[in-house]
């Protein structure tokens, strides 16, 4: 059974998430089974939290197309853990009472876990406000540049000022 796990992807050419969907739709009938899946959520948060870290530490640095290239591993990984987390969810009772101590270690890490969410949330939210200011102010520049600030041969300012063109905003980011 341990071929089916999210960590047994190393050298095999099976999708990480069809992985996590197969363990996500084995039956829960005995401790074996929980102790399974909430590894494979455990080795998922892990993967995740350093994957998390890796990304707010280049965006503190300003690096931000390293951190973009991040957001693949992080959606799969992410997908992994949602289909494993529903399953936990959807069989909460079956797995307190065949393993409380992983269902408990299982919350106190979704607690961590959280911690982490919300300081990568915070650094995102921040770099992509930088991100946007900093476009918004190079097009303020930009556009000032194009508009004439000296008269005409008739004593007066010419009517529309010439837009520049070329700015383009990527919102994926």
Do not use: W
């Amino acid at each position: 059974m341990s071929n089916n796990t999210p960590s047994n992807t190393a050298n095999q050419s099976v999708n990480p998430v069809t992985q996590a969907a197969s363990l996500a739709k084995i039956p829960i009938s005995e401790k074996e089974d929980v102790r399974r899946i909430v590894s494979a959520i455990e080795r998922i948060m892990d993967a995740l939290d350093e994957l998390l870290a890796e990304e707010c530490a280049l965006l503190r640095e300003g690096k931000l197309q390293e951190a973009t290239e991040l957001v693949d591993v992080k959606n799969q990984l992410a997908i992994q853990y949602m289909l494993l987390q529903k399953t936990i969810v959807n069989n909460a009772a079956i797995v307190r009472d065949l393993s409380p101590q992983d269902a408990e270690e299982l919350q106190r890490r979704h607690y961590l876990f959280q911690n982490s969410l919300r300081t990568n949330l915070a650094v995102v939210a921040t770099a992509r406000e930088v991100a946007s200011e900093l476009v918004q102010n190079v097009n303020k520049d930009v556009q000032k540049a194009g508009s004439t600030n000296t008269y005409g041969q008739t004593g007066t300012l010419p009517s529309a000022p010439v837009q520049k063109r070329g700015i383009a905003v990527d919102k994926a980011f």
